[in-house]
T-cell receptor, first 114, second 110 residues
Framework: DVKVTQSSRYLVKRTGEKVFLECVQD?????MFWYRQDPGLGLRLIYF???????EKGDIPEGYSVSREKKERFSLILESASTNQTSMYLC?????????????FGPGTRLTVL | GQNIDQPTEMTATEGAIVQINCTYQ??????LFWYQQHAGEAPTFLSY????GLEEKGRFSSFLSRSKGYSYLLLKELQMKDSASYLC???????????FGKGTKLSVIP
């Protein structure tokens, strides 16, 4: 079974802190994604990566950056956390062509920024 | 741009059948997914449609009409554990990006 893991289930940070969210998948998937999920807004794509060191902006990249140094690991970085980044963050991965293949999601990290 | 609409909430009775609709307007079309998400958990894959018609998988079926920009998820013999949010998601043509609807929260009552 594909397994996507995220470093923390719950995280509390202060405004202005630099925050790292880590995601690891164990099935050699080429493509990895970071989403945030907010009530009434659904899942929105922040960034995705289709190969090591490659990244593309999604719908809402502002205030975020990403890093993919190894195929299995995709990190989301909040350079200076703000209260409006309080959200559930979900990582996902998929193999091969992005279209037509299901995305496997991690359990999520609920981030609270105070 | 992409626009996906689905009802916000639905309620149905245990043992019944429920249909959750999804309409979409996208720049081209390259497939539609349905995911199930229980409260506090990750979304899990239910179905994928790229051609018109009905795909059946046990108690769950998904239908697609590309000309109408319309899909539905049909759940039969509802069980209490089917209480969850159901997410419709679409790939536009030439896009890496899966666009999600806001989800439909289904409550199954005894």
């Amino acid at each position: 079974d594909v397994k996507v893991t995220q470093s923390s289930r719950y995280l509390v940070k202060r405004t202005g802190e630099k925050v790292f969210l880590e995601c690891v998948q164990d099935m050699d998937h080429e493509n990895m994604f970071w989403y945030r999920q907010d009530p009434g807004l659904g899942l929105r794509l922040i960034y995705f990566s289709y190969d090591v060191k490659m990244k593309e902006k999604g719908d809402i990249p502002e205030g975020y950056s990403v890093s993919r140094e190894k195929k299995e690991r995709f990190s989301l970085i909040l350079e200076s956390a703000s209260t409006n980044q309080t959200s559930m963050y979900l990582c996902a991965s998929t193999q091969g062509a992005v279209t037509g293949n299901e995305q496997f999601f991690g359990p999520g990290t609920r981030l609270t920024v105070l | 741009g992409q626009n996906i609409d689905q009802p916000t909430e639905m309620t149905a009775t245990e043992g019944a059948i429920v249909q959750i609709n999804c309409t979409y307007q996208t720049s081209g079309f390259n497939g539609l997914f349905w995911y199930q998400q229980h409260a506090g958990e990750a979304p899990t894959f239910l179905s994928y449609n790229v051609l018109d018609g009905l795909e059946e998988k046990g108690r769950f079926s998904s239908f697609l009409s590309r000309s109408k920009g319309y899909s539905y998820l049909l759940l039969k013999e509802l069980q209490m554990k089917d209480s969850a949010s159901y997410l419709c998601a679409v790939f536009g043509a030439g896009s890496y990006q899966l666009t999600f609807g806001k989800g439909t929260k289904l409550s199954v009552i005894p």
